[in-house]
């Protein structure tokens, strides 16, 4: 069964420090999507790709946050620096085109920041 | 405003008892509610998934319900098993692909 892949799964870094997330979606799917899970709340959307380009990327901190998919399959999320706050999941997720609703989650890559 | 608040925050129970979670929301209007199950440290997998003209939905010892009067969904564990242990999130979609996700009930299931 096609699964959504992500690495690292768990990271540790120090503040001020850059850190970067990569997510390959499903085969097929054009929308991809990054969260961002703090312990004990509900997923929080930083930003969403359908194919290469941004759809939403209202909630992404973007004086420290960067996204891209430049081909439309696999995205790196990026942190420069981070930020003590920034210790979360952050989880991505892909769905069939005009299909959002059946997002498939990866497991999720645990940073945590010293 | 559009919210979702699902109780117990926590719930401990024991093995082979049935249990029933709780969402309360104010989401209006919404085009289907979704239960995910998300394991810890793992993303979320879903559970049941129902337009806002259903009332149940059920998915093996799974069962969803959505009472529109009441603005309140449940989801009801039969049987529980020591892997049913998660949290438990309903999330509601508006229009196209807005999610609202509610925070989650952590629940333990205890030999």
């Known amino acids: 069964e096609a699964e959504v892949a992500q690495s690292p799964r768990y990271k540790i870094t120090e503040k001020s420090q850059a850190v970067a997330f990569w997510c390959d979606p499903i085969?097929?799917?054009?929308?991809l999507y990054w969260y961002r899970q703090i312990l004990g709340q509900g997923p929080e959307l930083l930003v969403q790709?359908?194919?290469?380009?941004?759809?939403?990327d209202s909630q992404l901190p973007k004086d420290r946050f960067s996204a891209e998919r430049l081909k439309g399959v696999d995205s790196t999320l990026k942190i420069q620096p981070a930020e003590l706050g920034d210790s979360a999941m952050y989880l991505c997720?892909?769905?069939?085109?005009?299909?959002?609703?059946?997002?498939?989650f990866g497991p999720g890559t645990r940073l945590t920041v010293t | 405003k559009n919210q979702v608040e699902q109780s117990p925050q926590s719930l401990i129970i024991l093995e082979g008892k049935n249990c029933t979670l709780q969402c309360n929301y104010t989401v209006s209007p919404f085009s289907n509610l979704r239960w995910y199950k998300q394991d810890t440290g793992r993303g979320p997998v879903s559970l049941t998934i129902m337009t806002f003209s259903e009332n149940t939905k059920s998915n093996g010892r799974y069962t969803a319900t959505l009472d529109a009067d009441t603005k309140q969904s449940s989801l009801h564990i039969t049987a529980s098993q020591l892997s049913d242990s998660a949290s438990y999130i309903c999330?509601?979609?508006?229009?196209?692909?807005?999610?609202?996700w509610g925070a989650g009930t952590k629940l333990i299931i205890k030999p």
């Open positions: 790709f359908q194919d290469e380009s941004v759809v939403d």
């Open positions: 999330v509601f979609l508006r229009g196209n692909y807005q999610l609202i």
């Open positions: 997720a892909s769905s069939p085109r005009d299909i959002s609703y059946e997002q498939y």
């Open positions: 085969s097929g799917h054009a929308t």
